[in-house]
């Protein structure tokens, strides 16, 4: 072989080698998404939000070391139907779905799971894979069946670990959890969700199992953290904390006063009965702020977090009232008076008032999102997939309803956005419109009496006291021409719109 040749080829090796470093290079310079997302967590439960008495040092420090959002909006006020809206990018008024129905309803193949995401629907991780990232969720999905067109499997992760069905999700001790389509034992026998103890001792043992699900779901969010130094991903956390049933290990009860519970929750409001619900609420949050804790040092053990976009949110508002009964607790137990769960917003989950849809919303990107800074810019769920597709440079496909969040939480000016939309079929029937600092609610639409149009100044008047409708026609005029043009049929989960 010539000297000639042996030139030319070692030529050629530099070169790829110099290439591969290159796309290398391009591959670890792309930030990685970690998008963290609480379950029924209230707009004002967290220390950062003005909480007095949880306690959530690890999510106020995520505040302290990025940004804080005020004026943040879920998609939905119930679990499915929010999480579509996030991972699709589409509003409520043109979601797929818009309520929690059980697939069964439609499906009778399937015995646990929700009414499916359909083949054609594309996920925000279905992006992030095509741009050839690494894509995981551990916790709970909503979406459809293992099996079905909305498997995770089918809607982008490469990886799912954690509760598929959200009724199943209401014990905290299940017997297995899937990863992708196969069943991971977890406890010998599952502890009910729910239970309603009349008389006699109300005992924590007794709703006890062996292995508390959220913990191996978490681990299993570290060893895939740990796995990923070389390539960029998106890591998607729906954790289950704090939606009842309220069982929390019994250690993390005992970090809480014993004289918050003057009286156990016999579970008259459905769920499972405590002895201390008070302080049993306060572990389920307290569970949910370590979980992010071991996230967050998974990010700096494996030297990522300066490249880690890190989102934390909640998918609705805190656990609304329930029953008939005199008791002061709320579903399951939870008592959202003592923990000032809504800092004074109107309504609970499955409200379009505030307190269903407002919830606390941070984001840390250390370098790249200012330390310590707060925002008043209005946003919702709908915004999420375009401001990660701009995030992360990913193409952005048609029809996303949001407007990107990046040049606020840049430190810029907000871009302009069109109003934001709910229409929700469930808990009567239920619509809202935000236009500008107004919002018009309109209730029981699915019943015999609809209601009329209310209008708040929710900036002003973020507890939604006082009903401006009779002096902004014009607010409720802007209202229906949105919700003509924004809101498409849904044969699945209908909502009637009078006089529209």
């Not at 934390?312 to 959202?336: E, K, L, M, P, R």
């Not at 043009?485 to 989960?493: G, K, L, T």
Request: hydrophobic share 40%.
């Amino acid at each position: 072989m010539s000297w000639q040749t042996l030139r030319w080829l070692w030529i050629a090796v530099v070169a790829g080698v110099s290439g591969c470093w290159a796309l290398g290079a391009e591959a670890s310079a792309r930030p990685n998404v970690v998008f963290i997302l609480a379950d029924d967590l209230g707009w004002g439960e967290l220390g950062c939000y003005g909480q007095q008495r949880l306690r959530t040092p690890n999510i106020d420090r995520l505040a302290s070391e990025g940004m804080r959002f005020t004026r943040h909006y879920s998609g939905a006020p119930v679990c499915a139907p929010s999480r579509c809206v996030l991972i699709t990018g589409r509003h409520l008024g043109k979601a797929e779905i818009r309520g929690n129905i059980q697939a069964k309803v439609r499906f009778p193949e399937f015995t646990e799971g929700q009414h499916p995401l359909s083949e054609s629907a594309f996920t925000l991780a279905q992006a992030f894979r095509k741009a050839g990232y690494a894509t995981a969720a551990m916790g709970k999905w909503g979406l459809g069946p293992v099996g079905s067109t909305g498997d995770p499997g089918r809607k982008g992760f490469d990886l799912f670990f954690g509760y598929n069905c959200q009724a199943v999700a209401h014990s905290y001790y299940p017997e297995f959890l899937w990863r992708n389509g196969e069943k991971v034992s977890v406890n010998a026998k599952a502890v009910p969700g729910h239970r309603r103890q009349a008389q006699g001792e109300v005992r924590m043992e007794d709703q006890l199992g062996e292995v508390y699900a959220s913990r191996p779901m978490v681990a299993e969010a570290e060893r895939f953290i740990a796995g990923q130094k070389d390539k960029p991903f998106f890591l998607y956390l729906p954790f289950i904390e704090p939606h009842v049933a309220m069982h929390p290990p019994k250690e993390t009860v005992d970090r809480f006063p014993k004289d918050w519970d003057t009286q156990p929750y016999r579970g008259e409001h459905g769920y499972l009965p405590h002895p201390r619900p008070r302080a049993g609420y306060a572990a389920m949050v307290a569970e949910l702020d370590d979980h992010v804790g071991r996230v967050l040092k998974a990010l700096e053990v494996a030297g990522l977090a300066d490249r880690t976009l890190v989102v934390f949110t909640s998918d609705n508002g805190t656990t609304h009232a329930g029953g008939t009964t005199n008791s002061h607790f709320h579903i399951g137990g939870v008592d959202a008076a003592f923990f000032n769960s809504t800092a004074g917003l109107r309504g609970y989950k499955g409200s379009v008032y505030e307190g269903g849809l407002r919830v606390p919303m941070i984001v840390r990107w250390p370098g790249r999102v200012a330390a310590g800074t707060v925002s008043d810019v209005p946003g919702y769920f709908a915004d999420w997939f375009p401001t990660l597709c701009e995030v992360a440079g990913l193409e952005r496909p048609d029809g996303l309803d949001g407007t990107s969040l990046w040049p606020v939480m840049k430190g810029g000016k907000a871009s302009p956005r069109k109003p934001m939309v709910w229409v929700f079929p469930e808990y009567g029937g239920q619509v809202a419109v935000r236009i500008g600092g107004m919002k018009a609610v309109r209730q029981r639409l699915a019943t015999k009496s609809p209601g009329v149009w209310e209008v708040y100044d929710v900036d002003a008047d973020p507890g939604e006291t006082r009903d401006l409708a009779a002096g902004r026609a014009d607010i409720i005029g802007k209202a229906e021409q949105v919700l003509r043009e924004e809101a498409q049929p849904n044969a699945v989960f209908p909502v009637v719109l009078p006089g529209l």
